[in-house]
């Protein structure tokens, strides 16, 4: 029973450099969200979608683009990675009005 | 803007003591609050309250819900050290087409043999 799963677990990438983020769950959830966690912040939303092919801004998109083109999928890309996007990632799904259930996250160091 | 705010942002207290976090919120288009315990890794769920006054319980924790002072609680009786961690309070709200959980900075909980 793998409910949601992120990879990579970590990733160091240089100022300027591109790559996705991958989220999946097996639980056949509808909504699928991006959230970052910085030490002090809790966790802010950065991007979410309500089901396949639909996707829409949180509190913190800038420098972040995402796909989600298969249901149990949710794709999160950096196009040129920003010291300040240093920070751990989790992705989490859930059904409308149920907790969300997250992933492990993924810790991205940007030199 | 929707805000949750919680206290203290941090604890540390003896095993064996009780401790009492607190989450209080300002939001738009109120669903449920939830607390979630977070210790390596992912946040786990913890309770999700919906109704004002009506405690949940799960073993040694508790939380209820004031929706008329917009507050909540989180009660951890007969502390163990296996209870440290930092915990996690959000606040569901509905609009836009989507689900939001507006998180809080959490409690970070230490308990100390």
């Known amino acids: 029973n793998a409910g949601v799963t992120q990879t990579p677990k970590f990733r160091v990438l240089k100022t300027g450099q591109s790559m996705t983020l991958l989220c999946a769950q097996d639980?056949?959830?509808?909504?699928m969200y991006w959230y970052r966690q910085d030490p002090g912040m809790g966790l802010r939303l950065i991007h979410y979608?309500?089901?396949?092919?639909?996707?829409a801004k949180g509190e913190v998109p800038d420098g972040y683009n995402v796909s989600r083109l298969k249901k149990q999928n949710f794709l999160l890309g950096l196009e040129s990675a920003a010291p300040s996007q240093t920070s751990v990632y989790f992705c989490?799904?859930?059904?409308?009005?149920?907790?969300?259930?997250f992933g492990d996250g993924t810790r991205l160091s940007i030199l | 803007e929707d805000k949750v705010v919680q206290s203290p942002l941090s604890l540390v207290v003896h095993e064996g003591d009780t401790v009492t976090l607190n989450c209080s919120y300002e939001?738009?288009?109120?669903?449920?609050l939830l607390w979630y315990k977070q210790e390596k890794k992912a946040p786990t769920f913890l309770f999700m309250l919906?109704?004002?006054?009506i405690e949940k319980k799960s073993g040694r924790l508790s939380s209820i819900l004031d929706k008329k002072e917009l507050f909540s609680i989180l009660n951890i009786t007969a502390t163990q050290t296996g209870d440290s961690a930092i915990y996690l309070c959000?606040?569901?709200?509905?609009?836009?087409?989507?689900?939001?959980?507006?998180f809080g900075k959490g409690t970070h909980l230490i308990i100390q043999p």
């Open positions: 959000a606040v569901l709200t509905s609009g836009g087409g989507a689900d939001g959980l507006t």
């Open positions: 989490a799904s859930t059904r409308r009005g149920q907790p969300q259930h």
């Open positions: 979608s309500v089901g396949e092919g639909t996707t």
């Open positions: 639980m056949n959830h509808e909504y």
């Open positions: 939001v738009t288009n109120f669903r449920s």
């Open positions: 919906t109704s004002s006054g």
